[in-house]
């Protein structure tokens, strides 16, 4: 552990704590079912300015001839609140005749500033034809278009599973599942933009599995428009299960060959945009399913040995991860080890090397299905969303966790004089009165900080012996308490969150923990 001293307050530089909140619903909880796409779509994302982005698809619709719709619901705190939940997908016309259709699988993705992406199937059981449909919103969520100048793509025979990724500038990068009857196996179509979604351009497409039902593609992308994607398969010469990698604009390899026993499946992939790629998936091979995982620091030229991350006696299914920069990888997935499917987490500071323990995120009498995992810009917050049944039916949930690296709490006492503190009440909504007792001489400074150690509010008084003291503005003799308010200096109301409270005296430091609620 290394001790940093950082604008007065003590800054420690160890592993990191994740503060959860509780779980809310972002589905309407009812009787009408909601899914999230399965973990290899990613179903949430954030924007630079921490704004969250959600979708999903449900059997419900304002149109009366679109019965079963993509929903999109929103963020602009954190998760604190939430925007109401929107249809994204509206009637759309083929062959001069309204579509009489079901909408599925959404898949999300991020171009800045505020421009958001999703791509989803779309079914019309009158004609019996299916649809990739490409939406999009220019204005951060507010309003959405049909992309591609209202053109679509048909597939025929119907389409599966979307898998879409960007880099967040110009790049994105569209896989789907398709089953081809004449040659009974599964294939994979790919699609490209170098225009941030203006124009569409096909990559190259993986055939030859086998009609087990494997073959779901899940696809990353790195910041010079390489779009790379993995999924599982079953040799067709020796039917073994095998994780394929590829690259989009050609050449396939086994990423993880047949190791001798089980089933593989559910990979998901993910990439730094500088040639890094971190690899998960379900593995069976030791006898029971556990989550396994591997790398590549090369952009796929060669990938380090099968890792092993898991190790209970229920299965452990769906993985999903994502980075947080400096080697930190936060992993989610669904385990049964306690009798029911509940949403685990795991998380890795030193780039895979070492995990932390599993902690379990819920635990609830419903099954949780389809976990996903997005992180806030500036790395402070972590998004978990999957589907859910407490409730009986399907339904999406959300949870927050606040990542705490930097500042704890420490005492730093001299041996005559000292302050004594405390916050009242603890956590907090409005305001916190910091209560105060000085018994010796000096100037005292009382300073409050974020989690990251930034000074946010700080506060300058002079105390007597024997005196107590309190705030208003600035500090002066005889007071005996600060009633803080939560907001900055600048009079700006703060987030919710974690903040450290800082007294100081000639020969006396503490520091105290205060939650935020808002």
Known sequence: MRMLTLVGILVVIANAQIVWNPEIPISRVDSIPSYLSSNNARAIAVGQDKKIHIVWDEGRSPYPDVYWGIWYRSSEDAGNSWAPET???FPIYFQNDVLDYINESPTIAMIEPGKVNVLWDGYDETNLYEFVFYFYSPDNGHTWEFGMNGQYWTSDPPSGFNSLCSDGRNYL?????????????????????TDGGASWQGNANWHGWTTTGDGIPCTACDSNDVGYLVWPAVVTSSHLSVIMFGYASGTESQVVPYPGSGSRGDPFIESNLAGKLYLVWYDSRDGNSEIYFKKSTNGGATW??????????GSSTEPAIVLGGQGKIYLVWIDTRDGNSEVYFKYSED?????????????????CSCPHIAISPDKQNLYVVWNDTRNGQEEVYFKKGTILIGISESSERGKANTICFNIIPNPFREKAEIRLQNS??????????DISGRLIRQFTFHCRENSQYTESGHLTDYQSSIIWDGTDDSGRRLPAGIYFIRVESDEFKETEKVILLR
């Open 87 to 89: 249809c994204i997908s």
């Open 351 to 367: 780039d895979g090397t070492t995990w932390s323990q599993d902690i379990r995120l819920t635990n609830n009498p419903g099954a």
């Open 304 to 313: 380090s040995s099968d890792q092993r991350l898991t190790n209970a006696s």
């Open 440 to 449: 010796g001489l000096g100037i005292t400074h009382l300073t409050i900080y």
């Open 173 to 193: 990068l569209f896989y789907d599942m398709q089953f081809v009857p004449q040659y009974s196996e599964y294939r994979l179509l790919g699609m490209a933009s």
